[in-house]
């Protein structure tokens, strides 16, 4: 089958080979070339032939070693997909030719993955393929972010920043499912259309006063903020909140990993919260129905609609990360099997 490898941590540019491998053992196999998938899975496996495969921050870290999963080299990327079942344990759910999406942690860029049965989801009607490769890593992290780290209630306000992501947009539309009204961040014209489109309520311009703009749109202060950028904004995202507000931390795309001085969180009676959704789940799986669940509803109610930025076939994986590399991405990028 054809899949691609990440071969030498050397960046995203240089780090990726196009290989055939051979097809996976089944749905109770582990197949050498994706080590590490214990880790997420810890129960049988659903194969699936791939039609859509998610790309995520996660593997552009992985070209360079960074990411805290870790297998040897050579190694297939990928831990979303979407497709159909291709054969399920006995006794499971799915049935060979069902349309189908989940988590499967590593080994989504090929054409046949196996996804744990606990993170295999079936596809509803109102998502095409790429749009299934878009939900668990994106939305998963924002519902948690929001519903049970953030505690988000109706009537709030949420700041997102780097809005026009796919973290970003899949955050804009849980808040909205959540009964929350948003305020998106971004850097550009392009993106401001990109956070339209998912549904924002306000779109802030990134400058030196957006701080303020945020605070006059949202009347005096937001009560949430949701950040996977990091970086040097963090402290002026704790500067945005109103009174018992909430700041959380989902990731560091900007790279650097902010300080904060806690007597900004005494004395303006806020907190700084951690989501790391990946880690909980490993601990906790019973989330992932959880979230399922509540995401479903969002879905059939038309909340939920990922916003697929730009669709690439499986040989371009090299171009689909430099897009993330460079900051081009407008949504989220999936690969085409």
Known sequence: ????????????DSALRAVELPEPDGPDGREPYVRGLDATSGGEMVSIDVRAAG????ELLQTRGMYQ?????????????????????AGSSFTPGEKVFGFCGLGGWAEIALVPAHLTFSLPEQLDFAEGASIVLNYHTAWF???????LKA???VLIQGAAGGVGTAAIQVSKGLGAKTVALVSSEQKRQVALEAGADQVVMLGEAWKDEVREVSGGGVDVVLDPVGGD???DNLR???????????GFTAGSIPEVRVNRLLLNNIEVVGAGWGAYLARHPQLAVEAADALAKMIVDGVVKPIVGASLPLDQ???????????RALGKIVLTV
């Open 317 to 327: 994986a090299t171009e689909a990360l430099m897009m993330l590399e460079e900051r």
């Open 233 to 235: 904004r963090f402290t």
């Open 55 to 58: 790309v995520s921050f996660p």
């Open 69 to 89: 999963i870790k297998p040897p080299v050579p190694f297939v990327p990928g831990c979303e997909v979407a497709g159909t079942v291709r054969s399920a344990p």
């Open 145 to 151: 972010s929001l519903a049970r780290r953030g505690r």
């Open 240 to 250: 945005c909140l109103r009174e018992d507000g909430r700041a959380i931390v989902v």
């Open 155 to 157: 009537g709030e306000t």
């Open 1 to 12: 089958m054809r899949a691609i490898q990440i071969v030498q941590e050397t960046g995203p």
